[in-house]
């Protein structure tokens, strides 16, 4: 059982085009997140959800559009895709403490997004 | 905005040397956590330190939280192949949100 699922695991689109993640997780977490890793493997935070409400929005062009249909579920929208979109695209859940703390990320397999 | 920074950015040892990655963060963290990613995967939580002073082991790794709270430290004896990978330290800045760190790539030569 994959705790974290992600689709698609691979990407490849033409610029300006729109595409969507999914994401899924079964551990009953309350937070979900969307990170970037870049060609140097830095991680960024793009966004996060708990309880399905927006509680993280980083300095992401709103081409990209976050959805969280329910606890389980976080899914990414892209709009108008651009060169410097090309990443892989992780997404996580944790459970927090009642001081927003968690015990730890649950990453999922992360989808490599190429845009040419 | 908080950062946090580890050193070295890559690492080379042979089979059997021991290597160890340092986290610095801008500011005090309650508490830290590290994750390894091996090359083409994802990033695995290892462990999360709370305490000032914090030592934890787990088999051939030792981690530690600095006495201010503003510092880590991952330790590997013995590296094994195994061991290659990116290894991340987080911290939380706020609610809700980790930082993760530069990350150090080590590479293991058998």
């Known amino acids: 059982d994959t705790a974290v699922s992600q689709t698609p695991k691979y990407l490849v689109t033409q610029m300006g085009n729109d595409k969507s993640i999914k994401c899924e997780q079964n551990?009953?977490?309350?937070?979900m997140y969307w990170y970037k890793q870049d060609s140097k493997k830095f991680l960024k935070i793009m966004f996060s959800y708990n309880n399905k409400e927006l509680i993280i929005n980083e300095t992401v062009p709103n081409r990209f559009s976050p959805k969280s249909p329910d606890k389980a579920h976080l899914n990414l929208h892209i709009n108008s895709l651009e060169l410097g979109d090309s990443a892989v695209y992780f997404c996580?859940?944790?459970?927090?403490?009642?001081?927003?703390?968690?015990?730890?990320?649950?990453f999922g397999s992360g989808t490599r997004l190429t845009v040419v | 905005g908080q950062q946090v920074m580890q050193i070295p950015q890559y690492q080379h040892v042979q089979e059997g040397e021991d290597f160890t990655t340092y986290c610095n963060s801008s500011t005090t963290l309650s508490n830290i956590q590290w994750y390894k990613q091996r090359p083409g995967g994802h990033p695995v939580f290892l462990i999360q330190?709370?305490?000032?002073?914090e030592v934890k082991k787990q088999k051939r790794l030792t981690f530690q939280f600095g006495e201010a709270k503003k510092n880590s430290s991952l330790h590997i004896t013995a590296t094994q192949t195994t061991d290659v990978g990116t290894y991340f330290c987080?911290?939380?800045?706020?609610?809700?949100?980790?930082?993760f760190g530069t990350g150090t790539r080590l590479k293991v030569l058998a």
């Open positions: 987080a911290g939380p800045p706020g609610t809700y949100k980790y930082i």
């Open positions: 330190l709370v305490k000032s002073g």
């Open positions: 551990l009953g977490h309350d937070t």
């Open positions: 996580a859940s944790s459970l927090h403490t009642g001081q927003g703390e968690n015990y730890g990320y649950t």
